[in-house]
């Protein structure tokens, strides 16, 4: 089965507005195929609990195809349980917990990938919270795919998560989401999600 590759802090200014240097190198995380969810209709992400902080991170994705290029992209979430984050940073532990759960990693239907000046935009409640050219990534997808072919052994099928813009901010429940991906100014695939109480809200 497919696992997701994210990928690290590859927006600048992503970033700075979280208060670190983006790497010299791309540096990755898995998403294990639990977490990837490919979202033909309504995505239903459920809020962990009033005193977890959710962020939503909106990301051009990309498959890898059968010859190790990429032959698919795009729009992907990838939902970082931060309250968890913060503990893993603290003691120096994986992010498993902040970064893999179960659904965390949402993308629309695909599209065939050709090399072009993508933009990614995120709607929340009929607001853009996040816009951004994949031509300011600090890692383009041909650097991405060639590191991660030196260092690791990705599958035909893998999804790769490449990082998101400025802007990533909270969710609460009741939220509606709309991701989506543009070309020449033209959506080319998109989904919607929607933000549900967990049972101890």
Not at 31 to 54: A, E, N, Q, R
Request: hydrophobic share 35%.
């Amino acid at each position: 089965m497919p696992v997701g590759w994210g990928v690290l802090r590859n927006f600048r200014d992503h970033a700075k507005e979280m208060g670190v240097e983006s790497p010299s190198s791309p540096l990755f995380f898995l998403m294990p195929p639990s977490s990837l969810t490919l979202v033909t209709k309504t995505h239903s992400i459920i809020h962990p609990g009033h005193d977890i902080l959710l962020h939503y991170e909106v990301e051009f994705v990309v498959q890898i195809g059968i010859d190790g290029n990429p032959d698919g992209c795009g729009v992907g979430l990838d939902l970082t349980n931060r309250t968890a984050q913060k503990v893993a940073k603290s003691e120096g532990l994986p992010w498993t917990d902040a970064k893999a759960f179960p659904m965390s990693g949402p993308y629309s239907p695909l599209v065939p990938y050709e090399i072009s000046e993508y933009e990614i935009k995120l709607e929340v409640n009929g607001e853009v919270r996040q816009h951004g050219n994949i031509s300011n990534m600090v890692h383009d997808v041909n650097s991405l795919l060639k590191e991660l072919h030196s260092r690791f052994f990705p599958e035909p099928g893998d999804i790769i998560f490449t990082g998101s813009p400025q802007g990533v901010g909270p969710l609460f429940p009741g939220d509606r989401l709309v991701a989506s991906l543009w070309k020449n100014d033209k959506c080319i695939t998109n989904f919607e999600a929607e933000v549900l109480p967990s049972e101890n809200i």
